[in-house]
């Protein structure tokens, strides 16, 4: 299966030290894979890198074999590739509906003139993301909540509605930053469920998350970072057995999941 994303020889230093050190790595069209690794160990910064929510240093990647290297975030959404992030934003005083309206504006393809004027172009293009909103929240689940404001809706809810965010633009792949991080047992398996449904569509996933045990259950592959390092990735079976990965990530100890 070929890759949706590569990324190749990627660096990135505060101050002298390595907090991504030569990762490469890869993600293949409609996989789930997992990012994990202690604290410290790159993840994050990774695929802020990725995104260009920061500068790398030096290194390359791809969407679909098209180069996003140097690009800023709205035109690498508009190649293909959102993320979400693990402190969730809302503006809380719009509607769960035009929360998702909000999140095309930096890729619409309208001008100024467009909106001035109010052509059929815009018109056009905002029925569609109405529409495409209204199915992104009957997919995530929060279909109830449509019109009301997105203030109401717990941190795991906004989790969800984060993810339709993420969808909004039509993504061939997304990167989710610690998407189950504070949200109780309950949530979590609604957010397993929704990304399962995302990941029916076609779309990769790429998720950086601590919770191991989400991880090994939800990702056909686990990629591992070890103080900036790609240290070791695999299906879960065999990662969750690996010395090095029990050593740097979960102190020697086994870690128990559903075969």
Request: hydrophobic share 45%; aromatic share 6%.
């Amino acid at each position: 299966m070929s890759a949706v994303l590569r990324v190749e020889h990627l660096n990135k230093a505060f101050l002298g030290v390595k907090a991504v050190d030569e990762v490469s790595l890869a993600v293949a069209s409609g996989e789930i894979a997992g990012l994990i690794g202690p604290n410290g160990s790159g993840k994050s910064t990774t695929i802020d890198c990725i995104s260009a929510f920061q500068r790398a240093d030096s290194g390359r990647w791809f969407v679909a074999d098209r180069e996003l290297t140097g690009l800023r975030p709205h035109a690498i959404a508009r190649a293909g590739l959102t993320r979400t992030f693990q402190a969730v934003r809302c503006y809380d005083n719009l509607s769960l509906l035009e929360n998702l309206l909000c999140a095309t504006e930096a890729t619409r393809p309208v001008t100024w003139r467009d909106a001035y004027f109010g052509t059929g172009k815009l018109k056009a293009h905002e029925a569609r993301a109405r529409e495409r909103g209204e199915e992104l929240l009957s997919l995530v689940g929060l279909t109830r909540y449509r019109d009301a404001p997105a203030q109401i809706l717990s941190y795991g809810q906004r989790k969800l509605l984060a993810l339709a965010g993420a969808l909004m633009t039509e993504p061939k792949i997304i990167l989710l930053d610690e998407p189950v991080a504070g949200v109780n047992p309950t949530m979590i398996k609604l957010v397993e469920q929704a990304i399962r449904r995302i990941n029916e569509l076609g779309i990769a996933l790429l998720i950086v998350e601590h919770n191991v045990e989400f991880i090994m259950a939800l990702c056909s592959r686990v990629i591992v970072l070890d103080a900036g390092k790609l240290l070791a990735e695999g299906p879960p079976r065999i990662i969750r057995e690996d010395e090095r990965v029990l050593e740097a990530y979960m102190g020697g100890a086994p870690v128990e999941i559903d075969a």
